[in-house]
């Protein structure tokens, strides 16, 4: 894809959903709109000159820390979208970054917030933001009307010691082993990947009723290929949804990865 | 993603490769290459009018039946790369499209064929392409310079009963269960799909030390969410790859998906 590669404060996207990036409700798959985000924030970052092609030298990457995506209505097969980015604000470590979702006729339906950092890609620690050139001028400042994550409690299973402030599984843990595909040029598990693992925790007939309203995703420590996690699930009791992380088999005191899926039930289907 | 909407026979996009679709090896995952692939395809076909939002009335949706790709080399992380695709030729029930890849320099790294058919998004049997103003004058009709499928073989397991020409297998029977995620518009598993699970039949070691240099697909029949199919491997002799066909779990007679994975040893890794 094209994108301008002025130094404006917010870069534009259109983007069309091909059958073959529908889900089986016949909308933009969640795990490609969150793909996009990635991709539209990458444009943006290069445009600025402070992307992954001007870090060849520090050797720096950026990588996601959390992300919040909120979706009024997602957009249709044969629809097209458009993805606008701008930068929040940025400190000594992480940068945010807001998205806003419109569908074809201009209309707002969805919101995202990306929190982003800036690893050695050799050695995966993190390099921080000082080297690089962001000015106060790349910054738009205004914020997307979307709630900030709050704190994630890990989940223990039943009859397991756990921490107060912890949830306790309402279902069995899952394993999982990560397998080529699932590592991306850091070589460690990209998010589209977790996306993808954490949406097949639903079945077909789940989301046949309901729809993503909200996702939360929050990186705690990268997981490499070959590792097994175990998947640990609390659902919500108001049915809305379920609370995940993702921890190193057996090892549940030291989370990966915590989500937040909220889910709003649909009349039609 | 925006493309030129006259009716043109052939249709180029550019694409760039983000850390997020690279692969470990820091090269174009193959799998985004193919969802590009079929998305160049979607806009050129709907581009002519000839795609599925003007197949409303009829109920028509354009799906594949065969994948052939051939790369000399792969796009690096972040470089652009050109995607030029034309219809080589149709018939009644086929219509064959051509794709070359182009590098940031305009040089030629590889081709794919697709083969189409259109079917019936509720009955999901073939509506054959006599409908469609599938006119001469959007033909192009050149052909990519790469070689047609050769005839396919079922493999089965060593000890199983199998007919003559048929492979068998060097490697142990694999199982999966097609879950959310792998479902598409069509409320079948999608492309990309398969060729993420093909891909993750090998090591992240294996594919450091070689590159995809051929891949082909063909489709039997429809897999559908809950299926759970028996991966069955014959490697190739020379070291130079692999062939596999899905079949539905214990029923090795009536494949689902044949598929031959070439790749070809590289220098540096």
């Keep these: 894809m094209t994108f301008a590669m002025g130094k404006e404060k917010t870069l534009s996207e259109e983007y069309f959903v091909s059958a073959n990036e529908a889900n089986a409700q016949r909308e933009l798959a969640a795990h490609i709109l969150v793909s996009n985000i990635i991709d539209t924030a990458t444009a943006h970052a290069n445009a600025l000159h402070i992307g992954n092609p001007d870090m060849e030298e520090t050797g720096g990457g950026w990588v996601l820390s959390r992300l919040t995506i909120e979706m009024e209505r997602w957009p249709k097969v044969n629809e097209s979208y458009r993805l606008t980015t701008w930068i929040e604000s940025y400190n000594r470590r992480f940068s945010e970054r807001a998205f806003r979702v419109e569908d074809c006729r201009g209309e707002t339906i969805g ?159």
């Design 111 to 269: 919101y995202a917030r990306t929190v982003w950092m800036v690893i050695d890609t050799a050695t995966h620690r993190s390099l921080g933001l000082s080297h690089l050139p962001l000015a106060e001028e790349y910054i738009d400042g205004s914020r997307a009307p979307i709630e900030r994550q709050a704190r994630q409690a890990p989940i223990f299973a039943a009859g397991e010691e756990c921490p107060a402030a912890a949830l306790t599984a309402t279902a069995d843990t899952r394993g999982y082993t990560f397998r080529y595909c699932d590592i991306d040029f850091y070589r460690h598990v990209n998010t589209v990947r977790y996306i993808v693992l954490l949406l097949n925790q639903f079945t077909l007939e789940q989301m046949d009723s309901s729809r993503l309203r909200r996702l939360e995703l929050s990186f705690m420590q990268e997981a490499v290929y070959g590792m097994t996690v175990d998947i640990m699930r609390h659902d919500h009791e108001d049915g809305g949804g379920a609370t995940f992380t993702l921890c190193p088999q057996g090892d549940h005191a030291h989370p990966l990865l915590f989500a937040r899926l909220f889910m709003r039930q649909c009349e039609t289907t």
